[in-house]
């Protein structure tokens, strides 16, 4: 198999993932990664840290100094915990990246060096299915979070500005601190909502993208386990005796296929 098949057979079982790192400038860089590339995965970066302390922060703030209604507290609590840690996962995925990029590059070399057919009918498998499992995360993850920020930004609440006098405003899916912007009056209230809700878009992104990455790395290393166990019965059942390779070469082979699987 030439290697722009190969390489284009390991570009389609990651592209899932491609696609959910690149947008938030977490896809690992390469050697022929170009200038342009690299600056615009800083600016990505740059404007995600942004957003997630834009939504943090101001939360945190109002929690602490703001807020006197101890129930309101622990509603806004639910949406800064998961803002939080989304940026957590944000930040381990863009200090491990070099780990990624390096199982990136194994399992690339695992198409490399599968020369039988039915080998690569195995990793080809298991490479569909986990893509199935990268999309269905991003649908469940995104889907639930997309619809809690669009019914947050859909209801409507009525505010005290004093006096006596009530005003109606939209609901923000966090909390935010209205000493820094007051979020009560357009179009404030429509600029954080929009701000909050990239915000959110950002964090759920991190967690598809790990669960992403842990679920095609997992099932490429099932689907070398399968080949493994298949090369294994064909030592025992002597169907590639005819190969003229002796069985020490064979076994020996057996083996560092394992130690490469486990490593």
């Known amino acids: 198999m030439c290697r722009s098949m190969i390489k284009d057979l390991h570009d389609h079982s990651v592209q899932l993932n491609r696609w959910f790192l690149k ?12 200038s342009s590339e690299k600056a615009v995965s800083r600016i990505l970066i740059f404007i995600c840290y942004f957003l997630i302390a834009f939504t ?23 949406p800064l915990s998961h803002w939080f840690m989304g940026g957590l996962n944000y930040c381990s995925l863009l200090l491990h990246s070099a780990d990624i990029h390096k199982c990136m590059q194994h399992m690339e070399m695992d198409w490399r060096i599968m020369k039988q057919s039915r080998d690569r009918e195995i990793m080809a498998r298991n490479a569909k299915l986990g893509r199935f499992v990268a999309g269905f995360c991003a649908i469940c993850m995104h889907g639930g979070v997309f619809f809690y920020n669009i019914v947050s930004g859909m209801t409507t609440v009525m505010v005290s500005i004093g006096n006596n006098q009530s005003i109606s405003m939209l ?15 357009s179009p404030a209230n429509e600029i954080v909502l929009i701000t909050q809700m990239l915000s959110g878009f950002i964090v759920n992104s991190t967690t598809v993208s790990a669960c992403s990455l842990a679920a095609v790395f997992a099932i490429h290393a099932c689907g070398q386990l399968d080949i493994l ?15 003229n390779e002796p069985v020490q070469r064979r076994l020996a082979n057996i083996v560092d296929h394992h130690l490469r699987v486990l490593r």
Do not use: H, M
């Open 23 to 34: 947008p938030i400038g977490a896809w690992p860089q390469e050697l022929t990664t170009s």
């Open 171 to 185: 609901q923000l899916p966090c909390a935010f601190y209205n000493k820094l912007i007051d979020t009560r009056y």
């Open 229 to 243: 166990i298949l090369r294994l019965g064909k030592l025992i059942e002597g169907e590639d005796a005819e190969k």
């Open 56 to 78: 943090v922060i101001p939360c945190a703030l109002n929690i602490f100094f703001e807020e006197k209604d101890v129930e309101l507290k622990l509603r806004a609590a639910g």
